[in-house]
């Protein structure tokens, strides 16, 4: 059974880092690019970053360039995702997914078959 378990969230400061992290089970992580996605009630959902299953290939959203690093541990079958410089509209759920096709980095629905349950995160001005 595939199981994502994300953790790290918490509240910051803006301005603030954080560090989420997604403990990867029941698949063989290192064949599978993985994404994060986030969500905050009353918005609409968004792609944050990406990454390919050796960790060559990374892809970000707009608003997370230059903010946020992805990365992953294949020997640990974990993900992360490095936020600096947080700012309050980043404040959401932060979800850790997993790609439908091995090398395709998911951003859309239909690119996931596996989400974790989130981790919030909570930035205050």
């Known amino acids: 059974e595939v199981q994502l378990v994300e953790s790290g969230g918490g509240l910051v400061h803006s301005g603030g880092s954080l560090r989420v992290s997604c403990a990867a089970s029941?698949?063989?992580?290192?064949?599978?690019?993985m994404s994060w996605v986030r969500h905050d009630p009353g918005k609409r959902q968004e792609w944050v970053a990406g990454?390919?299953?050796?960790?060559?290939?990374?892809q970000y959203a707009e608003f997370a360039r230059g903010r946020f690093t992805i990365s992953r541990d294949n020997t640990k079958d974990t993900l992360f995702l490095q936020m600096n410089d947080l700012k309050t509209e980043d404040t959401a759920k932060y979800y850790c997914v997993k790609s439908v096709i091995k090398e395709q980095i998911p951003q859309q629905p239909n690119q996931i078959d596996h989400w974790g349950r989130g981790t919030q995160v909570t930035v205050s001005s």
């Open positions: 029941g698949f063989i992580f290192s064949r599978y690019a």
């Open positions: 990454i390919s299953p050796d960790g060559s290939r990374l």
